[in-house]
């Protein structure tokens, strides 16, 4: 099996930003869609192209088209995640799911939900954003593959090790491209360092959706905690959910921050939370 880690400088910049813990599910959407098209272009490299003729402004000329045979398929559900990615560098492309899951009993994984248009002979783009430990990845190859399609082109955002090895044990000749080949696994099957639960972070589900990130350090997010009425010590004379307004210093912050845009019912913002960074920017005092 080849292995092919997409190295280039935007890849890794984009990459690094979805690794952050900070960025929130609509930034992180946006990067992961940024961050697919790059993978992609790596991987569709050396597809068939075939000839056509055609006219210039000037005169007749042949170029090359991407034959229509490409079939995306997302493995359900973060590699949802990518696949805009793919339908707008290629409008034409085929769309297939396969949904899996692990057998509890046999730890193998199960199929609860195929939907494929005809693969047999046809390029197949398989989608999914962390190959951890193979078993879907390994899984939807094995289903595509007793359909007959000319080959299998396996993209994901980031590899495990363990992933890898499993792939080129059980489908040598699946090539696989991703933006970084991780270091480990740790004993849930996350990825390391990785960047969390890609489905969670991709549509919001994790389970501190809807509150405010508790990152110790940031002043953002205090603001978030003592505006939510979160924190034990009251930060400012008002008391526990005091909503600082526009301009406002918040004392308790390093250095007396101040409180740039948003005074208002922070509570109502509850679910909201990407938002309160377009309303809440919190500067240090002037100098
Ligand atoms: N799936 C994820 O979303 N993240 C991991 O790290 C591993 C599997």
């Known amino acids: 099996m ?133 078993g879907s990845a390994a899984g939807a190859c094995a289903r595509i593959s007793e359909r007959g399609p000319a080959e299998i082109r396996f993209v994901c955002v980031v590899a495990a090790p363990q992933g890898a090895e499993k792939m080129s044990r059980e489908h040598p000749d699946v090539p696989v491209f991703t933006a970084a080949l991780d270091r480990d696994l740790n004993d849930k099957g996350y990825i390391l360092p990785g960047l969390g639960d890609f489905g969670d972070r991709l549509f919001g589900t994790g389970p501190d959706s809807g509150l405010p990130r508790r990152v110790k350090g940031s002043a953002r997010v205090e603001v978030c905690e003592a505006a939510f009425g979160l924190v034990d010590e009251p930060l400012v004379p008002d008391g526990p959910g005091f909503v600082p307004g526009p301009g406002q210093e918040v004392p308790g912050l390093p250095g007396s921050h101040r409180c740039l845009l948003f005074g208002g019912v922070l509570q109502s913002l509850v679910g909201f939370h990407d938002q309160l960074e377009d309303l809440l920017r919190i500067q240090p005092p002037l100098q």
């Open 2 to 134: 080849s292995l092919t880690v997409v190295d280039h400088p935007l890849a890794q910049h984009l990459l690094t930003r979805l690794r952050d813990v900070e960025t929130p599910p609509t930034v992180f959407r946006t990067l992961a869609k940024r961050l697919t098209i790059l993978i992609v272009l790596e991987a569709v490299r050396g597809l068939p192209t075939v000839e056509v003729e055609v006219e210039t402004p000037l005169e007749r000329t042949t170029g090359r088209l991407i034959s229509p045979d490409l079939v995306a398929v997302p493995i359900l559900g973060a590699g949802l995640g990518m696949l805009e990615a793919v339908t707008e560098l290629f409008p034409e492309v085929s769309v297939g799911y396969v949904g899996l899951e692990r057998d509890d009993a046999t730890l193998l994984p199960t199929s609860y939900y195929e939907k494929l248009p005809p693969v047999e002979g046809r390029h197949v783009l398989l989608l999914d954003p962390m190959l951890a430990t193979g």
